[in-house]
């Protein structure tokens, strides 16, 4: 099994104008920061190299790049340390909620771009956390409701994370391993421009389609 199975599941990978481009959304970098944890998981340096392992041209982010609000002095040491693994990678990040200051640290790097949201090749790129911006596009993707779903067999009830397509639109997990994420019925309510949504398809990142889902 590779080392980094658990982001291959929880990430796509596009071919863009850009070349090879890998997406991924919510990796709320500095989390252990604003949960309490006394350990370091070093999850920012191995998501870092299994971007440069993929050996991908380019690297997209939905968003919530850090987790704390703020941009603390140990906070800003793990996102440089990121950001300068990624040296030979175009990043565009599409700015989430959490992501206040980031272009202090994201503006050292001439080949990281922060925007609200961004097209490519037809495609829309955002984060989720506000009303849908007033551009043409062939199909969105979007993070920010980190959607999961509770699967059932044998009495057992085990809680996975999922893919989440709304017609055009596909929400992708946290690529985050320890952050859970949250059921998709409730996740999609913080999505403003998917809140009346009356169903989901869902399917595991594994790629198995588990079918539709009334919300």
């Known amino acids: ?3 980094f199975s658990d982001f291959e599941s929880l990430s796509l990978l596009l071919d ?6 890998l997406l991924i959304a919510d990796p ?10 006394r350990i370091k998981t070093g999850f920012e340096n191995n ?20 987790e704390p609000l703020g941009l603390s002095f140990r906070l800003k040491e793990m996102l440089l340390r990121f950001f300068s693994s990624l040296k030979d990678v175009s990043v565009l990040i599409a700015k989430g909620n959490h992501d206040g200051r980031l ?3 994201a503006g050292k790097f001439p080949n990281v771009e922060v925007r609200e949201h961004f097209l490519l090749d037809g495609n829309l790129f955002l984060h989720g956390h506000t009303r849908l911006p007033k551009v043409e596009f062939e199909e969105a993707f ?43 019925r409730e996740g ?3 999505v403003p421009f998917l809140r009346k949504a009356e169903e989901v398809e869902l399917f595991l990142p594994e790629g198995l389609y588990l079918g539709r889902v009334r919300l």
């Open 1 to 3: 099994m590779s080392p």
């Open 16 to 21: 863009t104008s850009l070349g090879r481009t």
């Open 28 to 37: 709320h970098i500095g989390f252990e920061l604003s949960r309490g944890l």
């Open 47 to 66: 998501l870092a190299e299994f971007v440069v392992e993929s050996g991908v041209d380019a690297l997209v982010i939905l968003g919530d790049v850090k």
């Open 103 to 105: 272009e202090e640290v």
């Open 142 to 184: 979007l993070g920010h409701a980190h959607p999961a779903y509770t699967l059932k067999s044998g009495g057992v009830a085990r809680k996975v994370k999922v893919f989440a397509r709304v017609n055009e639109f596909l929400v992708l997990p946290t690529v985050n391993p320890y952050i859970e994420g949250f059921d998709v």
């Open 188 to 190: 999609l309510k913080l």
